[in-house]
């Protein structure tokens, strides 16, 4: 069973624009991480935030997390086209076994 | 450095099969898992490796799936008597040493059975 979700399912956004999505779990976490994937292929390492962290920063990238909603958010500012990817978000379960929501497909709009 | 590598790329194969799919983690990384994704879906778990031993597979989705790692470097995943609904792309990780550290994915298998 997958325990993250991501919201929303779809966006498409003009290049220059930001683009926010949210990840939704359901039970206590060590760490949150976010992950991109291009064409449904291997998955790219995007930034992880501990349980301990309010927000982290990596580039573009500005993760928030919120253990008291059990919910994050990925920030992308300035999108550019090569940010066209699916973005999961995914929790460990029991320290090593991540849990993957379903995506959310960002289409960035030259 | 070299990152995790995944052979083949694709494979294609015929209901009732036998396929074997190759993962060649991060040198270094002790810690390998393997995970299966549908389509539209995020990946899900199958098993996770801690050196040589499979630590947990409770994620494998019955006995026609076996994976190994009898070095503690490369994995291979084995499926027989394949199914239709077998049919994904098949994503390695690797981790320097497992708990809370972060996963690297390989490129994938894409597994259709026909």
């Known amino acids: 069973s997958q325990q993250g979700e991501e919201d929303p399912q779809a966006l498409s956004i003009q290049e220059g624009e930001n683009a926010t999505m949210n990840c939704s779990y359901k039970?206590?976490?060590?760490?949150l991480q976010w992950y991109r994937q291009n064409s449904g292929r291997g998955l790219v390492h995007l930034i992880l935030?501990?349980?301990?962290?309010r927000e982290k920063h990596s580039g573009r990238l500005r993760v928030t997390l919120d253990t008291s909603k059990k919910s994050s958010s990925l920030l992308i500012t300035a999108s550019r086209a090569a940010d066209t990817a699916s973005y999961f978000c995914?929790?460990?379960?029991?320290?090593?076994?991540?849990?993957f929501g379903a995506g959310t497909t960002v289409t960035v709009r030259a | 450095g070299a990152g995790v590598s995944q052979t083949p790329s694709n494979k294609v194969t015929e209901k009732g099969k036998y396929v074997e799919l190759r993962c060649d983690p991060i040198?270094?990384?002790?810690?390998l898992y393997w995970y299966r994704q549908s389509l539209g879906q995020g990946p899900e778990f199958l098993i996770y490796?801690?050196?040589?031993?499979?630590?947990?597979d409770s994620g494998l989705p019955n006995d026609r799936f076996f994976a190994v790692r009898p070095e503690g470097s490369v994995s291979t995943l084995k499926i027989q008597r394949t199914e239709r609904g077998d049919s994904a792309v098949y994503l390695c990780?690797?981790?320097?040493?497992?708990?809370?550290?972060?996963?690297?994915f390989g490129p994938g298998t894409r597994l259709t059975v026909l």
């Open positions: 039970t206590s976490i060590n760490n």
């Open positions: 990780a690797s981790s320097l040493e497992g708990s809370t550290d972060t996963q690297y």
């Open positions: 040198s270094g990384h002790t810690a």
């Open positions: 935030i501990r349980s301990n962290e």
């Open positions: 995914a929790t460990d379960v029991n320290d090593y076994k991540l849990s």
């Open positions: 490796f801690q050196g040589t031993g499979a630590a947990d």
